[in-house]
């Protein structure tokens, strides 16, 4: 899933942080720009939430899951991307919860 913006001249950042996680080798992938729930400009990608499923993480403690991702996208990290919420799973997490992630809390801050 990619999020598309007003400006043709924007980069979009879902599609690059799904371009950059296929080395992963999902099975499941799902980028959501969260950031219409948070006190910021409109059109904004600065709040993400990532649902990966992979069998890399299989044998992986999940610090370290967050850990590859967080190195993967740096430079995402360093820039435009304020907040990244995780949910990354192995094939067999992913089936025991009925492919279900938590729901993202609404935003309480930023004078709202």
């Known amino acids: 899933m990619t999020v598309s913006v007003d400006s ?15 080395a992963f080798e999902p099975q499941w ?5 969260e950031s219409h729930r948070h006190n910021v400009p409109p059109n904004a990608q600065t709040h993400f939430k990532v ?18 991702i967080y190195a993967a ?7 435009p991307v304020h907040a990244l919420a995780l949910h990354l799973y192995t094939p067999e997490e992913w089936q025991a919860r009925g492919g ?10 930023g004078g709202r």
């Open 8 to 22: 043709p001249d924007s980069v979009d950042i879902a599609a690059l942080i799904e371009h950059k996680l296929a």
């Open 29 to 33: 992938l799902q980028i959501e720009n």
């Open 51 to 68: 649902t990966l499923v992979s069998s890399r993480f299989e044998r992986m403690m999940p610090v370290k899951r967050h850990q590859q």
């Open 73 to 79: 996208l740096a430079d995402e990290l360093a820039g």
């Open 100 to 109: 279900a992630r938590p729901d993202s809390p609404d935003c309480r801050g």
